[in-house]
């Protein structure tokens, strides 16, 4: 298809009934989380390591942190989109717009919220290696679902030991080796898509593991001009050099060329959501983004003493991203215009070190971090002849922009928890560190002129919680915490006043957090409830939006506040459910001017105090019940809400809430007579929105001529075969 491109203890079960779970484990290759429901006993506890000094169970962590699980990965899709799996955490917001020359759509507790393309405020990993750049902007894009172990994700105040744009983090964590294996994988589906997947393991010497995969995707796309191919490649060489000493090396490589079908605005959406904006014909809007990274980690454990370990991590990589947008020529004859052909390659790297103490009931760790982003960007014209009439689009013209980005963090950091007392734990931490945003500009020609500019920024932030074990099963815990987010290089860009330049008026938004929480366990139900609130001061937000280019402002001080669910519950024979609910009040408490259409120079329109901020939604629940038979595999309904999202800050228009129903059926059977000894097979069908609704699935945030909605994917049949073996 062609597209243009430029644990815990358990109680032992009877025999019976533990021959019982057995028998399903070798059906249905589930691991311990399906044995533990076969066999109707409480799943083992989920282990995580984001926002703690050291590895400790999802029960014991003071925080509101969530873990989505290897067999939960697999079973919400072809692995494609962290949306697939991620509706299970709550807090967290990941939707797809379903339009791969834009990222997912990620917010947690509000942060996030007003990104339009790309993810910022959260902090973003892959196997402790970072996927978000020093000014706060991330991508997802890579991540290796495949050859996840789980997903980690950390909502609340213990974010901010991450550093710039933490409001929450979202961080992979790659499989073990344990022996050699194959797998392949052939993905197919509704709207054209099919994917194919090969992934290869071995214990190459005692003590060295490889594992090494790559993806081919293509998919049609349910509405027209939508287009995309996906080329991935992942490599994981791990390396227990001594019984101290650890290496870790991965590399992986994405290609994604990818047709842009634009948003839609409020006449086009009713009329037909499934239609294409005529635009994104006319402009041939398209993407292709390029990426290959390299990462590292050295990790040694003391045996003994004070000093318990000490981990070094680095990283190197580049992203080029070639993009043609919609703007017409008579926007991109204003002589300060940058072009409607965006064009950049990325060079990024940064390096970690960090120790860990030990001393009885006390652990610390601490470490410094640098980080640095070089863009080289470039805009050019989207037409060639200026006197065409008609005139053609979608092609590389002449050069209008030609600059230098640079972004680089330096920090230090510690961070201690101390058990003081049989049932009480302490935990603290500060985080201080600079931020350095620049711009070099090459391209002065006339009345434009020299928009080169640099900004320095500083923060330091403390956090500090408590973990109370309240009675046996049940941990309650408080924490509060400052946050720091400072502005993109894409903010900064421009000034409010549309003259040009530099966006020296621009400065971060600071945060206050506050978190109370409760987890209990007991037997084969897990319930976990955080509430909290964030103050915001200096938020940043849309000022003016014209010709393609977008300014932003302070305005002042933001609230939210809400409350997260999450429990799971395994009864009966092989039943278990689960839940995860949100309810978020997010708001601006002081009123400024901003633009509601373009073009638009000088903000003219006011956003009132209580206005609530553009991309975020008042609540969003997801629910499940599964059954699981030895002999059929499983059968599972999922449920999915999610209230009216908010599609800019004068609150003047919104996606309306709507709720999807899914089912799925998976199962594990012998190949042994396709392949041989050793193999099995795995099957997953899944159907999503059984009920054909129709619905915004994602906002374009602000956006200047109002095409805001996004279209989410009607009734959608998936089917996936996995070959596994020997």
């Known amino acids: 298809m062609p597209v243009r491109t430029d644990g815990r203890h358990r109680s032992r079960p009877a025999l019976g009934r533990r021959a019982v779970a057995l028998a399903a484990v070798a059906l249905l290759g589930g691991g311990e989380a399906a044995f533990a429901q076969a066999a109707g006993e409480a799943p083992a506890a989920r282990v995580v390591v984001t926002g703690s000094v050291a590895e400790r169970s999802l029960a014991d962590a003071p925080y509101a942190v969530s873990a989505v ?63 978000s750049g020093p000014d706060g902007q991330g991508q997802v894009s890579h991540f290796d679902l495949a050859g996840a172990e789980r997903m980690e994700v950390l909502r609340g105040p213990f974010s901010v030991l991450y550093g710039n744009s933490s409001g929450g983090v979202i961080s992979l964590i790659s499989a073990p080796v344990k022996s050699t294996r194959l797998e392949g994988a ?31 995707m293509e998919v049609q796309g349910f509405r027209p ?86 981990q070094v991590a680095a990283y190197a990589g580049r992203r080029d991203v070639t993009q043609f947008l919609s703007i017409n020529q008579a926007t991109q004859a204003n002589a300060r215009h940058g072009g409607a052909v965006i064009d950049f390659v990325r060079d990024y790297h940064g390096a970690e070190a960090r120790v860990r103490l030990a001393l009885d009931a006390l652990d610390v760790v601490a470490g410094v971090a640098a ?122 860009a421009y000034r409010r006043d549309n003259v040009g330049g530099f966006n020296f008026a621009l400065v971060p938004q600071r945060s206050e957090q506050f978190e109370l929480g409760a987890k209990w366990r007991a037997g084969a139900l897990q319930l976990d409830v955080a509430a909290f ?101 499983q059968f599972a309904g999922e449920l999915r809400h999610a209230r009216a999202l908010m599609a800019n800050d004068a609150n003047s228009d919104a996606a309306a809430p709507y709720t999807l129903v899914g089912l799925r059926w998976a199962h594990r059977a012998s190949a042994v007579a396709w392949l041989g000894g050793g193999w099995h097979a795995e099957w997953l069908l899944r159907v999503d929105n059984l009920l054909d609704k129709r619905y915004a699935g994602s906002v374009i945030v602000n956006e200047a001529n109002a095409r805001f909605f996004e279209t989410g994917a009607p009734r959608a049949v998936g089917l996936t075969l996995r070959l596994v073996g020997p």
């Open 533 to 633: 609130e964030v103050h915001v001061d200096d938020e940043i937000a849309v000022a003016t939006n014209a010709g393609g280019r977008a300014s932003f402002q302070n305005v002042g001080r933001t609230l939210r506040r809400g409350l997260e669910v999450a429990g799971r519950w395994a009864f009966g024979s092989g039943w278990s459910a689960a839940l995860a609910a949100t309810a978020l009040d997010a708001t601006y408490r002081d009123s400024f001017l901003t633009c509601t259409a373009a073009p638009c120079a000088t903000p003219n329109v006011t956003v009132p105090a209580g206005n609530r901020i553009a991309g975020t939604q008042r609540g969003n629940a997801f629910a499940e019940l599964a059954w699981r038979s030895p002999a059929f595999g």
């Open 371 to 492: 980080d640095r982003q070089r863009d080289a960007r470039r805009g050019f014209l989207n037409y060639l002849d200026p006197a065409a009439v008609p005139q053609v689009y979608g092609v590389l013209g002449a050069l209008r922009r030609d600059e230098v980005n640079r972004a680089t963090t330096d920090d230090a950091y510690v961070q201690a928890e101390w058990a003081f007392a049989a049932d009480w734990s302490l935990g603290a931490g500060l985080r201080s560190g600079r931020v350095t945003l620049s711009t070099q500009d090459f391209y002065v020609a006339g009345v434009n002129g020299d928009d080169s500019g640099s900004r320095r920024f500083s923060y330091t932030n403390p956090v500090l919680g408590l973990r109370l074990k309240a009675a046996p099963g049940l941990n309650l815990h408080a924490a509060a915490a400052r946050g720091f987010e400072s502005p993109t290089l894409g903010e900064l």
């Open 186 to 216: 052939v993905d197919g589906g509704s709207f054209g898509l099919r994917q194919v997947r090969v992934q290869g393991e071995a214990v190459l010497a005692p003590g060295l593991d490889l594992r090494a995969g790559a993806a081919a």
């Open 225 to 310: 001009h939508s287009e995309a191919e996906r080329r991935t490649a992942n490599l994981r060489l791990n390396w227990q050099a001594s019984p101290h000493d650890t290496w870790l090396v991965s590399v992986n490589h994405l290609n994604q060329p990818a047709q842009d079908p634009l948003g839609l605005d409020r006449a086009q959406f009713d009329a037909n959501p499934l239609q294409t904006s005529p635009l994104a014909t006319q402009f041939d809007t398209r993407k292709t983004t390029e990426q290959t990274q390299l990462g590292t980690r050295w990790r040694h454990r003391y045996a003994a003493g004070l000093l318990r370990e000490a």
């Open 69 to 131: 699980d290897r067999e939960e990965l697999r079973a919400a899709g072809p692995q494609i989109h962290l949306s697939e799996a991620m509706a299970r955490v709550p807090g967290l917001t990941v939707a797809n717009r379903w339009n791969y020359a834009q990222d997912l759509q990620i917010g947690s507790r509000g942060f996030g919220a007003r990104a339009t393309f790309g993810v910022r405020g959260l902090r973003l990993y892959s196997d402790g290696i970072p996927a």
